[in-house]
C-alpha cells in the first residue's frame, strides 16, 4: 500500500549544492518538490507529501534507481490520482498546485549559471506544467478516471479561478474577486488549459462553464458585477476552440416553440450579459441592485452634484459592458469558425423581438428595453469601423440585401413608397430576370447550380417563377459582406432599441407632468378643506412621482450619453448618404420616376433620422459636450444645390421673393450675410493657397536642389503640397456654388444687398475679388500645368464673370445710388484703374456686351462717388473722436448706445455686427438690434457739425472768389483805353 510521507526539506540549500549533484539527482529533488510525492519511505513535515510505496517497489523491479524523472512523471502522476490519500488535496487543487509549483520552481531555475543545466531543468518543467494542465482537463472533462475526486463537481471550481485570474479592483458594486476557495489562478495556467487542447476534450468542461457565466449575471443590474463574469467571458473567446465550443453549445440559440424574445435574453449564452442595465424592467424581470432605489431615491431633495455623480457612474459601467460585448463578438466574428453562428444569433434576437416595433410591447414575449438599448449601443461601435468621415465603404451597402438575404426578413416591413402588392410583384420581375439570365449559363454550370439548388434548399427553379421568391431561398445564395449585413441589422436593432427606449422616454415624461399637474391640483384643494380620500389620493400620487422620477433619471443614466449619441447621428448620417444614393445622390432635379429600390426600402429607416433628431432638439442634454462628424461647409454644399433647383420651380421662386421681401432685415437677411461670409472665407482661402502650391511645385522642380534637402523635410512639404491642393478643390468647389447662388439671387432680389448694413460689405467683397482676378497680381493665379484648373476646379473666367454680374444685378436695383458711394469708399482693394482692368480682361473673355456696358457705367459713377467723398472729406476737415463710429473709424450717421457697455457705435456697423454674432463687441454680453438705443443728442450734434462745417467752407469759397475777382480787376485797371471801347464788340 502506498503511504502518506514525506521526505526531508529540500530547499534553496539543495540547489546550492548542485555541483556535487547529477543533473538526474536535481530532476528528481524538482520534480518531486512540484508534485509533492515521494519514492522513498522518509519522514516528512508536510502532510501533503504522500509516498507512493507499490510505485517505488515496481520501479525497484524494473532495476531502475528511485528517482522522479520525465519518463516516469505521467506514470507517477496517475497513481497520485487514481488512489485517495489522508490529509491530500484533491485532484483539482492538487494539479492547480502542481503548476503554481511548476512554476515557482521555473523562476529559480532560470538563476542557474550553468546554461546546459538550466536549458535541460526547464524542458522538465515545461513537461511538468504541460502534464498537471493535462491531467486537470483529463479530471473535469471525463469525471470518472480519477477515484480521488468528482470532477463534475469540480468542474464548478474553474469559474472562479478564472474570476481570480481577470479579477479587477473596479469590479463593480460589491463584486469579488476571490478564487476557488481560496485558491487563485498560477501565471499561463488558463491559457494553457484552454490553448493546447481540441473542442471535444473541451466541451462538457466549457458546457458547464457558460452555464455557470450566464446564471453570474442573471439579473444583475448595472450596479451588480456583471465585469468580472464579462471580462472571463472575453478572454474565454480569445481561444479559438472555447469560442467553437461556445457557438456550438445548445444555449448559443436556444430552440423550441416556446423560444420568444424573452426567452432568448434570459435563456441565450449571451442574453443575460446584455439584459445588464439601468433601464426599469417589470417586477417578475426586475435586476439588482435596484438602480432607482440605490442611485436616485427622493431626487427633488439631493445636492445636483451627488446626482450627477450617480449618472456619471453609471454611464462608465455601462460603457464598459458595451465595450466588453463589443470585444466577444468581435472576436467571434474575426474567427471563421464561429462568425456565421454569430450572425445567426443576431438576426434570430431581431427576428424573435420584431413586435418591439408595436406600440405596446408585452414583457413576457419580448426582450426587456435594457436589453435592446444595450445591443443598440453595442452594434452601433460594431459599425464604427466604417462611419468614417467621408463615408468611403457605403457602396459595400447592398441595397439588394433587404429582398434577397437570407439572414433578415425585411420585405415584410412598410415599404418607403410602395405598397405590399407593388414590392412583391418588383422582386418577383427582379427574380425572373435573373433566373432568366441563368438560362445562358453553359450546361455546366447549369448543372452545378441545379446540384446547389438540390443540396441548398430542394427548390427548382421552377418554383422561383411561381412564387416569386428571393434567389436566396431558390438556391442561388447571394453572399454579402460584413458591413452590408452590419449595417442592415443595426438598422433594425436601433428601430427596435435605442428609438423604441427613445418613444418611452417621451411617455414617461409626459406620465410625469401629468402627475405633477394633477398633484398641484389636489395640494390646492387641501386649502378648501381635506378628506380622507383626498389625503390618500395625494400620497398615491407622491409615491408614483418618486417612481417615475427614478426611472426618468434611470433613462438619463443611460441614454444621455454623448457618444452614444454621437455614434447614432454618424450611423443616421451614413443612412441617410446611402439612401439620397439609392436616387441619384444630392443632384437635382430628382428622377422624374421613384426608383424601386428606394421605394421599396423600409420606411422606419427615414422615420428613424427624424426621430433621432426630433429628440435631440427636444432634450439638449442628450448632446451635452457633443461635438458633430461633419463639415458645416459640406452641409451647406448640400443645401446650395437644393436651392439652385429650387429657384427654377416657378412657384418655390415666386415664395423665395415673397420671404425677401417679407423678411427683408430678418431672416433672409441672416440668410444673405451667412452666404456671403462662406462665399468671402472659402473663395479667399482657395486663391490665397494657388500661390503657395505654386511654390511648392518650382521647389520640386529644381531636382537637385530637392533632393539634397533632408528625407523628412521632402517628405513635410510633400504632405503640406496635397494638402493644400486638397483644400483648394474643396474650398473652391464650395466658393464656386455660394457664388453662383448669390449671382442668380441677386438678379431678382437686390433691396437685402443695398440695406446699410450689407452694402458696405457686399461691395468690399466684390471689390476684393475683382483685383484678385483681374488686378496687377492676377498673374499668381496662372496655373502652369492646365490640367490643374480642372482638377482644382478653378476657371477664374467663369468666376470674374459671376463677379461682375453681382455687380450689376446689385447696381441694376440701387435706386437711391448708394452702391457707387460703397464702392468707391472700400479703401483695401478699390482704386480708379480697377474697373478699367477688369474691362479689359472681360472683352478678352467674351463677355456680354450689356453687361460690360453695364459695368463701365458703374465704374464710372464710383469714380465720381470717389471724388465727391474727397470734396467732403475736405470740407469736414478733422472730425472731432467723439463723432467717429469706435469700430470703422468713420462719421457716424446714426449713433446708437450698446445698453451693456454703453459705448455709442453707428448703427449700421452694429447691426452688420450682429448679423454674426449676437454679443456686445465690448464685453460680450448678450446684444440684439431691439435692444439699441438710439443717442438722438449725439446725431443731432454730428448732423449740426456737418452743417457748420459745409457753411464754413461755403463762406471760405465765396471769400476766395470775390478775392480773386478782385485782384483780377486791379490787374487789368489802366490798361482799358478809350480807343480799346467799342460797345459793338461788347
Known amino acids: 500500500m502506498q503511504k502518506a510521507l514525506s521526505q526531508p526539506p529540500t530547499g534553496s540549500a539543495m540547489l546550492a549544492q548542485k555541483p556535487q549533484k547529477t543533473p538526474a539527482e536535481i530532476e528528481d529533488i524538482i520534480l518531486r518538490k512540484i508534485f509533492l510525492i515521494s519514492l522513498t519511505g522518509s519522514a516528512s513535515s508536510d502532510p501533503k507529501v504522500v509516498y507512493l510505496e507499490l510505485t517505488a517497489a515496481e520501479i525497484l523491479s524494473e532495476g531502475r534507481p528511485l528517482l522522479l524523472c520525465r519518463d516516469l512523471l505521467e506514470r507517477v502522476l496517475i497513481d497520485r490520482l487514481s488512489q485517495n490519500f489522508p490529509g491530500a488535496d484533491p485532484p483539482f487543487h492538487y494539479l492547480v498546485g502542481c503548476y503554481r509549483r511548476a512554476y515557482e520552481e521555473g523562476k529559480k531555475v532560470g538563476s542557474m549559471k550553468d546554461k546546459g543545466l538550466r536549458s535541460e531543468m526547464e524542458s522538465v518543467i515545461r513537461q511538468a506544467k504541460k502534464l498537471a494542465v493535462s491531467y486537470c482537463r483529463i479530471h473535469l472533462g471525463i469525471p470518472d478516471t480519477f477515484a480521488s475526486g468528482d470532477g463534475v463537481k469540480d468542474r464548478k471550481l474553474l469559474l472562479p479561478l478564472i474570476f481570480s485570474e481577470v479579477s479587477s479592483a473596479v469590479d463593480g458594486f460589491g463584486g469579488s474577486s476571490s478564487g476557488a476557495g481560496g485558491l487563485s489562478c498560477p501565471p499561463g495556467f488558463l491559457e494553457e488549459f484552454f490553448r493546447d487542447s481540441d473542442s471535444d476534450s473541451l466541451e462538457p468542461i466549457l458546457s458547464d462553464l457558460y452555464d455557470g457565466l450566464r446564471h453570474s449575471v442573471l439579473n444583475v443590474s448595472a450596479l451588480g458585477n456583471f465585469q468580472q463574469p464579462l471580462r472571463a467571458l472575453m478572454m474565454l473567446v480569445t481561444f479559438p476552440n472555447c469560442a467553437k465550443c461556445l457557438v456550438a453549445n445548445r444555449w448559443w440559440i436556444p430552440k423550441g416553440a416556446y423560444v420568444n424574445g424573452r426567452v432568448m435574453e434570459m435563456t441565450s449564452i449571451l442574453g443575460p450579459f446584455f439584459h445588464v442595465s439601468a433601464l426599469p424592467d417589470p417586477g417578475i424581470f426586475k435586476s439588482q441592485p435596484d438602480v432607482g432605489q440605490q442611485c436616485f431615491s427622493e431626487a427633488s431633495t439631493r445636492r445636483p452634484a451627488d446626482l450627477m455623480s450617480s449618472l456619471t457612474t453609471i454611464r462608465t459601467v455601462m460603457n464598459n459592458l458595451y465595450d466588453g460585448l463589443r470585444e466577444v463578438l468581435l472576436a467571434l466574428l474575426k474567427n471563421t469558425d464561429t462568425r456565421e453562428s454569430v450572425l445567426e444569433y443576431l438576426a434570430e434576437l431581431i427576428k424573435r423581438n420584431a413586435s418591439r416595433s408595436h406600440i405596446q410591447v408585452d414583457p413576457l414575449s419580448c426582450a426587456s428595453s435594457g436589453m435592446f438599448f444595450n445591443f443598440s449601443a453595442v452594434m452601433l461601435q460594431l459599425c464604427e469601423p466604417f462611419l468614417d468621415a467621408n463615408l468611403t465603404k457605403r457602396d459595400k451597402i447592398d441595397p439588394k440585401y433587404v429582398f434577397y438575404n437570407s439572414r433578415l426578413d425585411l420585405r415584410g416591413l412598410t415599404a418607403l413608397h410602395a405598397s405590399s402588392e407593388e414590392v412583391a410583384a418588383w422582386i418577383g420581375k427582379d427574380n425572373c430576370e435573373k433566373i432568366d439570365g441563368l438560362s445562358h449559363r453553359s450546361d455546366e454550370e447549369n448543372r452545378l447550380l441545379q446540384s446547389q439548388e438540390a443540396t441548398s434548399s430542394g427548390n427548382s427553379t421552377s418554383s422561383v417563377l411561381s412564387k416569386a421568391k428571393p434567389l436566396s431561398s431558390c438556391g442561388v445564395k447571394n453572399k454579402y459582406p460584413f458591413i452590408c449585413e452590419c449595417f442592415f441589422m443595426t438598422a433594425r436593432v436601433l428601430n427596435l432599441g435605442l428609438l423604441k427606449a427613445f418613444s418611452d422616454f417621451k411617455h414617461l415624461d409626459q406620465d410625469l407632468s401629468r402627475c405633477k399637474e ?292 446689385v447696381a441694376r436695383g440701387d435706386k437711391e445710388n448708394v452702391f457707387p458711394s460703397a464702392i468707391s469708399k472700400d479703401g483695401r482693394s478699390y482704386n480708379e484703374q480697377l474697373f478699367a482692368d477688369a474691362t479689359d480682361v472681360l472683352r478678352k473673355i467674351g463677355e456680354d456686351i450689356r453687361v460690360i456696358q453695364e459695368f463701365v457705367e458703374l465704374g464710372a459713377k464710383a469714380k465720381m462717388a470717389a471724388s465727391d467723398a474727397m470734396d467732403i472729406e475736405a470740407v469736414l476737415g478733422e472730425i472731432p473722436d467723439e463723432f467717429l463710429d469706435p469700430i470703422q473709424y468713420t462719421l457716424m450717421k446714426d449713433p446708437v448706445i450698446l445698453p451693456s457697455s454703453r459705448i455709442t457705435v453707428d448703427r449700421p456697423v452694429i447691426q452688420r455686427h450682429l448679423l454674426s454674432d449676437n454679443s456686445d463687441p465690448f464685453n460680450r454680453s448678450h446684444l440684439t438690434q431691439d435692444m439699441l438705443i438710439p443717442d438722438v443728442e449725439l446725431k443731432a450734434r454730428i448732423e449740426e457739425f456737418v452743417r457748420a462745417q459745409e457753411l464754413k467752407k461755403q463762406s471760405q469759397g465765396l471769400a476766395l472768389d470775390m478775392q480773386s475777382s478782385e485782384v483780377d480787376f486791379q490787374n487789368t485797371k489802366g490798361k482799358i483805353t478809350s480807343a480799346d471801347w467799342n460797345p459793338m464788340e461788347q
Open 518 to 809: 394633477t398633484l398641484s391640483t389636489l395640494k390646492a384643494m387641501q386649502g378648501q378643506g381635506a378628506s380622507p380620500q383626498l389625503e390618500l389620493d395625494i400620497a398615491r400620487l407622491e409615491k408614483e412621482i418618486e417612481l417615475y422620477s427614478q426611472e426618468k433619471l434611470c433613462y438619463e443614466a443611460q441614454m444621455m450619453d454623448g457618444a452614444l449619441l454621437q455614434r447614432a447621428l454618424s450611423f443616421y448620417r451614413l443612412m441617410v448618404v446611402w439612401l439620397v444614393g439609392l436616387v441619384g445622390g444630392f443632384k437635382m432635379p430628382l428622377p422624374s420616376q421613384c426608383p424601386m429600390e428606394f421605394a421599396c426600402m423600409p420606411e422606419h429607416f427615414v422615420e428613424d433620422v427624424m426621430e433621432l433628431l426630433i429628440f435631440a432638439c427636444r432634450f439638449p442634454k442628450a448632446l451635452d459636450g457633443f461635438m458633430l462628424f461633419y463639415d458645416k461647409f459640406n452641409i451647406r454644399h448640400n443645401i446650395a444645390e437644393l436651392l439652385e433647383y429650387l429657384w427654377n420651380v416657378p412657384s418655390h421662386c415666386n415664395a423665395w421673393r415673397q420671404i425677401a421681401r417679407e423678411e427683408e432685415k430678418g431672416v433672409y437677411l441672416n440668410f444673405l450675410n451667412f452666404l456671403i461670409n462662406d462665399s468671402i472665407y472659402l473663395l479667399d482661402e482657395s486663391l490665397n493657397k494657388i500661390p503657395e502650391v505654386k511654390g511648392i511645385e518650382a521647389e520640386m522642380a529644381n531636382t537637385a536642389e530637392w533632393e539634397r534637402r533632408p528625407a523628412q523635410e521632402r517628405q513635410d512639404r510633400t504632405r503640406l503640397f496635397h494638402s493644400l491642393e486638397n483644400i483648394i478643390r474643396i474650398d473652391m468647389k464650395l466658393a464656386n456654388e455660394d457664388i453662383g447662388m448669390l449671382v442668380f439671387t441677386s438678379e431678382q432680389i437686390s433691396a437685402p444687398f443695398l440695406l446699410p448694413e450689407m452694402v458696405d460689405r457686399v461691395a468690399s467683397m466684390l471689390n476684393y475679388f475683382l483685383l484678385q482676378l483681374a488686378g496687377p497680381q492676377r498673374n499668381t493665379l496662372t496655373l502652369k500645368d492646365p490640367k490643374k484648373y480642372d482638377t482644382y476646379g478653378f476657371q477664374p473666367k467663369e468666376l470674374l464673370k459671376k463677379i461682375v454680374r453681382i455687380y450689376v444685378h
